[in-house]
């Protein structure tokens, strides 16, 4: 998953935010087991500050759809949680089939919640 300029939204820590996890989630399709976890607990530990950031932004501008968007990163960190105590344990397929998705769950993601942000940040 390259960075793609389609992916920009117009809020500039939103989008440098993007360009690092897409950056992370990229590396891991392609990454070596001896790479890999390192990489993956990155991975984490970006979204767990992507998603705490993003938090603060939709308190801020009381974002109607808070509620539904921060269920999203929760549910999104839990399964980060889960893979990766697998990955410390050395198991990496689920978590290398569950990278595998998150080009597709970043694109919907990114599109719905992320733009909707996006558009209450710049009104």
């Not at 390259?2 to 117009?10: I, N, T």
């Not at 891991?28 to 950031?53: N, S």
């Not at 109607?64 to 397929?93: D, Q, T, W």
């Not at 769950?105 to 990114?110: M, S």
Request: aromatic residues 8%; glycine residues 6%; hydrophobic residues 50%.
């Amino acid at each position: 998953m390259p960075w793609d300029e389609r992916f920009l939204l117009g809020v500039a820590e939103m989008d440098a935010t993007h360009r690092e996890f897409v950056a992370l989630a990229d590396a891991l399709q392609t990454a070596a087991d001896d790479e890999f976890p390192a990489l993956f607990k990155q991975l984490a530990e970006h979204t767990r500050a992507h998603f705490e950031h993003e938090g603060k932004l939709m308190k801020a501008c009381r974002f109607p759809a808070i509620g539904e968007h921060n269920s999203e990163h929760l549910r999104v960190l839990g399964e980060l949680a889960h893979f990766g105590r697998g990955v410390a344990a050395g198991r990496l397929k689920a978590a290398r089939d569950y990278a595998r998705g998150l080009p597709d769950w970043f694109a919907t993601h990114l599109a719905t919640m992320d733009a909707a942000l996006a558009a209450r940040l710049k009104a």
